[in-house]
Structures are given as C-alpha cells and as structure tokens.
C-alpha cells in the first residue's frame, strides 16, 4: 500500500471532486457516513456519553457531520466546536447549519472558556485538527489537548491525531492527541509507523472514501507499506523439478570465541528460509558446536582460535552474510578489507561487518553494489552520523544508500528498509522480537533469499516481512518475553505456511 503525503492526498481528493463529479462537501458526507458505520457497527446503539471536538476546518467539518449522523441514530452525543480561528471551512459550516437546523447546539470553546468534564467511561472523537495542521497549535488548545489526553477516555481520532503534523514532529509532545484508535482515511500516513510520532496512535485502520484509484494507482510515493499483497507478489515458488543446486549455495561470515552462536543462528535461519547449501566459516574455535548443532551445515575454519584472520572462499558462493559476532580485532579488519576487495556479488552485511565499515571508512567503497546492511540504531548512527530526529534519519539513510548504491535496513519496530530516494515500511514483528540473535536471524534470511535468486531489495523486504511473521507466530505461544531468536527461526516454515494460505473473504476484501 502507498503511503501519500498530505499534498498528494489534497491533490487526491481534487481530482476525485474533478472526476467523479461530486463537491467536496459530498465527499466530507462519504468521510463522515464511513466513520459513523465503524461506531455503530460496535456501539449497536449503546447509549454511551460521545464528546466530539471539532476544528473549523475540514477535519473539524468531519467531526460535525458525524455528529449528525450519530444524532440521527440515537445516540447521546455532546459537540463541542474548538474555536481556534476565524477562517471556518465552507464544509464545516455548511456542517454546522445542517447540525443547528436538527436543533443540535454546539458548545463553542475558546481561549478563555473551562474545558468540559470528560469522565473514563465517555467516547471522544478527536476532530480538532487534520491533515491540515501547518503550526504548534496555541497554547489554551494544546491545554485542551493534555485535558483529553488526561481523560482515561476512549479517543477516536478522525484522519490522524490532532496536534500531530503529516511531516515533521510536534514542537510540543503533550499538544499531541494520544489516540486510542485513528480512522485513517483512504491511506495510512507515515507518522503512524516512525518510532517518534507512533507512539501517539495505538491503533489505526484505513477507511475507503473512494478517493479515485486511477489517481492513487499511477502516483508514485517516496513509501510504501508492506503487507501481505506486496510481499506475495514477490514470493519466488519452488519447482518440482529443482534440486539444491538451484536454490544457491549461502556462505555464512562471523563468529568469535563465545559468540559462535550468532553465525549458528544465521546458518539455521539461512537453512531454514530456503538456501539449497550453507556453509559457515568461522574460527576454529566454532567447529565443534556447529557441526554438532545443525548436521546440514558445513563449516570451514580460519587457522585462528578464536576470530577471524583470513577470509577465503574456495568456492562462488551464491550470497553471503557477514559481520554476526565476528568482532572487531585489528586481524579480523584486515581480513574483512581484504575480503571486500575479492567480492563481486552483493553481500549481507551485519553487526561487526558495518562497525568494522564505520571505522574504516575507506572499505565502503568496497562494499559490492546492491548490498544489504541491517543496522541496529546504534550501528546506523555509525554509519550516517547524529540525526535530530525521525525524518532526518531517514533522509540521511536515503542519502547514504544513493552514494552507496546499498540497501539499507533501518531495524525497529516498524523496520524500514530503504533503497535510493524510497522507503518500505514493515507491518509484522512484534516487541518480544527485541531479544538477542533476533538480528543474526534476519541476516541469515535475507542471505537464504538471495541464494535462491530474489534481488537484494526483495530479498530484503520480504526477509524483513516474513521475520516479523515467524517472531508474531512464535509470540503467539511464548508470549513477548519467552521469545527466543531461535523461537523465531523455528517458525519460519509456519511464516511461510501463512504466507501462502488462501486469504478469508474478509482479507481478500481488504487487500482489494
Ligand atoms: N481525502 C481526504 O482525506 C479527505 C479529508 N477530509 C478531511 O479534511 C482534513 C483536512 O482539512 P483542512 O481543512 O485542510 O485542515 P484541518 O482541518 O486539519 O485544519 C484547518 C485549518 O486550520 C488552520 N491551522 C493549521 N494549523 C493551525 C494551528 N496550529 N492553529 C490554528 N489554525 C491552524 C489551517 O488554515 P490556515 O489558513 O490558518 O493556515 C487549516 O487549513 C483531513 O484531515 C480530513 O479530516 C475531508 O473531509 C474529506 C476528504
Ligand atoms: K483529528
């Protein structure tokens, strides 16, 4: 799914007006009628408290038609219209007379008025502000703003929190609306999944307004959000009548006296997402448990005990993953060093592989174009320096892989993977999977993937995807805290199996 910025959706909804032959106040009707389904779809209607605050604007304008709406059907609604300007939206007022004619009177707040008593048990519907948010809202609104947010009430935002800009953060934390749930309509915007800004939306859901979907269609966006369509359309099926040969030979990098265990967690996951062979080479030190633990691995050793010295290959490997546990010894860099100067396919670079790229700068230039690297947020700083906040990240992220011609992995808990001037931001995973090795484990997936011939941003994107299948299906067992990255390598076959499975009619709904 696309991710639009605000102009984009403002363009959006013009060109639907234009195309459809609608008015813009029909399609606040639309935005209004499909966030009074989803109450009374839950509400049947429950004669709960429902306290709308509404803007001026058009977000506003929403609030007030869906006032309307509720009305109409019942419910016991209170609005409250948050007076912040002069310049009322001609929707939000043609809203307001149609509000009055049905002898609903609105309460007008302003600077100096008391905030009305909002108790645990009300409804909010949180309309102050939309997409249209272009300043830090005054103070008196911001102090309304924290009195909601203090409320312990059910907040339903309309479009995205109030107080939070589509594009750059808030200037003051607490002017934020922390949602309970936000109706996004027709697309989801990025602020949901950065981890700055999501902290203000615990939940969202897309509604369809039928903004035109030629317009959406043909637009291109700087990000998209990867789910289950765009992960199946690049699945790369297994032939009956293939053999090991064809699904690559992975060579798996790493490894240190007492961190052996992060190139054995690479090798199984590598194993475990499809690479016809593995094999690990690591220091002398490994062999033994690794030979022990995975019997379908082969291990090469270094003449060194306990790291890395020399880095050969005696075969073209299909992909290679690099970097997990493998130190940062001045030996282990001259070998790596040299290592890149051999290379020509792109590899997976890991942990000590990008610390190792962050101190010696030079050795950048060696890296293979279309290779991926997977920096925790530590190892990212590294690499593209101190950012101010999210959306600096995320442009020096994409600067750097422009002038790199690499795909970089930006982990978290919406991982984003990020190639050139675009971004693909992850929906699967969970908290549990911050636990150790969870990183070794992807390496060793996106390695697998490229063995078996999927590009490296694919192989990126979908290893992303499907690690985060295989830890919620694993979490599904053990909980947040029991998950183990090998709780998560275990469950790749289950991704998979989910993956693949025909979707519900509801799903195939969804994703139409
Ligand atoms: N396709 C869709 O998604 C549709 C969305 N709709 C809804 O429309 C809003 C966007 O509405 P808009 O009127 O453009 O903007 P807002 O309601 O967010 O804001 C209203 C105006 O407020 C001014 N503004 C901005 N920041 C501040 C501030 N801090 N303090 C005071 N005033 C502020 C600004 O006007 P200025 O001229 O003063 O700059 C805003 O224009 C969208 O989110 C949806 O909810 C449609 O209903 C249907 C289609
Ligand atoms: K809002």
Redesign the pocket.
Known sequence: MKIFTAAQ??E??KF?IDKQQIT?DE??E???TKIFEWMHSRLQGAQVNIQLFC????????GIALARHLVEHGYNVQVHVVN??E?R?K?FLLNLERLKDRKIWPQFINQDCNFPDITPNDIVVD?I??????????SW?GNLIKHINASSAFVLS???PSGLPSDRMPSAPEHVIASSYVLS??VPKLVFFLPETGIYVNQWEVLD?G?DTSFLGETDTDYHLIGRPEVLSMYRPRLKFSHKGIYGHSVIVGGSYGKIGAVQLTSNACLSVGSGLVTALVPECGYQSLQTAIPELMVLTDDEDDSLTKIDIPFDPSALGVGMGMGTKDETIKAFGAFLKKMSIPLVIDADGINILAKKWELMERVPKQSVLTPHPKELQRLIGEWKDDFEKLEKTKQFSEKHDCILVIKGAHTITVYKDKGYVNTTGNPGMATAGSGDVLTGMITGLMAQGYSSLNAAIFGVYLHGMAGDIGASTSGYEALKASGIVENIGKAYLELLRPPSSAENKEEN
Do not use: E, H
Not at 55 to 62: A, H, K, L, R, T
Not at 129 to 138: E, H, M, T, V
């Open positions: 959706i403002y959006a909804d639907t813009s399609l606040m639309r935005a209004a803007g001026i604007g058009n977000n506003g304008g929403d912040y300007s310049k939206s929707d309309a502000f939309g997409i249209g948010l272009n300043r830090p809202p005054d609104v309309v479009d995205i309509f027709q307004i903004l």
